[in-house]
């Protein structure tokens, strides 16, 4: 194993390697390397899997045949990072005065060393690379002009536009010489945000886009074109009004790379209004109140409940295992932890944002939990590739909120795939689906560039249907929102 990793590497190279260590044997939470300091040595890990941590949050895993310490042996500098074991593990330990003998001693094994080590950094770039790149496609804005102008609108989408923004106008300075409350302004507010959705749900339908195309049938023949023209222009138009809310302006800059990061989901999960000006908290307020955002509260509210539940009913020795992917911090995990008996959990959560699993980890420890959770920076995209090397035993449950409302059909199979295998028998795998019938989508889409690919029941059955969970499926329908939950359960050999 070490030879594919160290891939220019013959047997007698890797002899000599291995004749120049120390065999070591480590235990569970034994810290190997401390960050920050010299280690003075390369690793070559034999058995067992080493993490690797920095500000409390997993980066990364070494398992058998993996070398370590290798950066810190070509800079001459201190760790980046703290590596402990995460089970009992044996290493081969070269420190790094014999290793320099040794290649200098051998110029043939430091020339193919060093291309090894060159090769295995590079397909780690490469693999962070394809990662990021998918991740600034669904960041970047698309061009909001050259599609339509007030020539090609009806008269009616402008008129009902203009009478909205002079109402909220009236607003703003009734709210300003005191002469309305903020509770009456606020209704005048969510009634004028109404409309300008209904108005766009109005003019994007095939009815009102084919009559546009008809006048002019030499500029218009593209109906879903036509359709992002007529978005494109009511966002152009509400422009001002919609980012005067703070978590809709958040929602369209995707700080963190995609439309619901870690602070998105927060902001929509505490609901406490914010915005610029007098108007802006009202907006805010409106749209903290929409489908969408009451159906995402909704289904943290469903995940937490089921944790626990899970979580009484398991009769096996140890604590129920459950892992999220690519829901930030873990708050739902916290909640749960507070709500289950204590020690009944043992969680780990998987996400791309560092900043967002320190924040977990920091609430963890504020709240007694820290022992408990695991927080491992990692991109879920990547999981089910090739280069996916983290350590993870079989779980009780794998979860995910919000997650595959934006993977492709291929991108969400391969993901369930990799859940399937990281489940015990009988585990189960539970994530949420927005539905396509969620009255929100065309305001998202075209308003607040905030795509999602939306599944109904039988889209999300055939999905599954792909995956090694086959027909193990359950899909229920959370009461009062267009949001699906659905469990998949790894059925448990005969």
């Not at 152009?236 to 989901?265: H, N, Q, W």
């Not at 009780?396 to 489940?423: E, I, T």
């Amino acid at each position: 194993m070490l030879r594919d990793k160290l891939s220019f590497l013959g047997d007698q190279d890797i002899e000599l390697l291995l004749r120049s260590s120390q065999r070591r044997h480590v235990v569970r939470g034994e810290t190997i390397v401390r960050e920050g300091q010299s280690p003075e040595a390369i690793f070559l890990v034999q058995e067992g899997f080493i993490s690797v941590r920095a500000g409390g949050v997993t980066v990364g895993y070494f398992g058998p045949g993996q070398i370590l310490g290798e950066i810190s042996f070509l800079e001459r500098r201190s760790a980046s990072a703290t590596v402990v074991a995460e089970g009992d593990a044996v290493l081969n330990r070269i420190d790094n005065a014999d290793l320099e003998a040794l290649l200098s001693a051998h110029p043939d094994l430091a020339a193919r060393f060093y291309r090894s080590l060159a090769v295995s950094l590079s397909r780690r770039v490469r693999a962070l690379s394809g990662s990021l790149t998918k991740l600034r496609g669904q960041r970047s804005h698309k061009a909001r002009y050259g599609q339509l102008s007030a020539r090609h609108v009806p008269s009616s989408l402008i008129d009902g536009l203009t009478t909205v923004l002079k109402e909220v106008q009236r607003v703003e300075e009734s709210l300003a010489a005191r002469r309305t409350t903020v509770d009456a302004a606020a209704r005048v507010v969510a009634s004028a945000c109404d409309r300008v959705v209904a108005l766009l749900e109005q003019h994007t339908t095939e009815k009102a886009l084919l009559a546009i195309s008809v006048d002019d049938l030499l500029t218009f023949r593209d109906i879903s074109r036509l359709r992002e023209g007529v978005g494109s222009f009511v966002f152009r138009i509400c422009f001002a009004l919609l980012m005067s809310s703070a978590t809709i302006a958040r929602v369209y800059d995707k700080p963190g790379g995609v439309a619901e990061d870690d602070g998105t989901r927060r902001a929509i999960a505490d609901a406490d209004a914010e915005g610029d000006g007098l108007i802006g908290p009202l907006v805010d307020r409106w749209f903290l109140d929409r489908a969408v955002c009451r159906a995402r509260r909704e289904s943290r509210k469903a995940m937490v409940a089921e944790i626990v539940r899970r979580a009484a009913e398991h009769t096996g020795a140890g604590p129920f295992q459950v892992t999220s992917i690519g829901s930030g911090g873990g708050d739902e995990l916290l909640d749960a932890m507070d709500e289950a008996d204590e020690g009944a959990l043992a969680a780990t959560c998987i996400d791309p944002d560092p900043d967002a699993l320190r924040r977990g980890n920091h609430q963890a420890s504020e709240a007694g939990h820290a022992s408990s959770m695991t927080f491992l920076c990692a991109e879920p995209l990547s999981l089910s590739g090739s280069g996916s090397e983290i350590f993870l035993g079989p779980q009780h449950m794998v979860y995910a909120l919000c997650f595959f409302d934006y993977l492709s059909d291929d991108d969400a199979v391969a993901l369930l795939d990799w859940m399937w295998g990281r489940l015990a028998p009988s585990g189960t795998a539970v994530w949420t689906a927005l539905g396509p019938d969620l009255t929100d989508l065309p305001m998202m889409e075209h308003l607040l560039e905030w795509s999602v690919i939306p599944r109904d029941a039988p889209a999300i059955r055939a999905l599954v249907a792909r995956t090694r969970f086959g027909r193990s499926v359950e899909v229920q329908l959370l009461e009062g929102t267009s949001l699906h939950m659905v469990t998949c359960t790894r059925e448990a050999e005969p």
